[in-house]
């Protein structure tokens, strides 16, 4: 059973012939009621604070949980993008080598068509000469 200060200040002893004083009782109960009224409030606080440090640390260990979920997230989104980004330059390198092909093929078929018409000029150039020879 556990005494509270109530019990301590209500306690009565009984009177005996050469007892202590009972005055002196009372006086030493009133101190002790005091002191364990003092302890258990001070205990009740403490209990209180017990309670709320509990809860923010519960709060703190969701947070800690949401930002390291958060942080999984992030990191795997990162990842993601940068396979993207990969995958993608390297469409676009293989489409640049595709247009290079096709403008390098291009500028081939004009060189030659060029160095054919060039071959075509001369060949006339002589016909001309050849003609204004056999005119003059």
């Known amino acids: ?5 109530l ?3 209500s306690q009565r002893f009984a009177s005996r012939l050469r007892g202590v004083d009972g005055g002196e009782v009372e006086n030493f109960l009133h101190l002790v009621s005091e002191d364990y009224a ?3 409030k001070e205990r009740d606080q403490l209990a209180e604070r017990v ?4 809860e923010r640390v519960e709060e703190l260990q969701g947070t800690e ?3 390291r979920d958060t942080l ?3 990191q795997s989104l990162a990842a993601d993008l940068k396979q993207t980004a990969i995958r993608e330059s390297e469409v676009r390198v293989s489409e640049a080598e595709v247009m290079a092909e096709k403008l390098l093929d291009a500028a081939h078929r004009r060189a030659a068509k060029l160095a054919d018409d ?3 000029l001369r060949a006339l150039r002589s016909r001309l000469a050849q003609a204004l020879r056999q005119t003059v």
């Open 1 to 5: 059973m556990r005494l509270t200060s």
């Open 118 to 120: 060039v071959r075509e």
């Open 65 to 67: 949980r949401l930002m």
């Open 72 to 74: 999984v997230t992030a």
């Open 51 to 54: 309670r709320e440090l509990e």
């Open 38 to 40: 003092a302890l258990s």
């Open 7 to 9: 019990d301590t200040r």
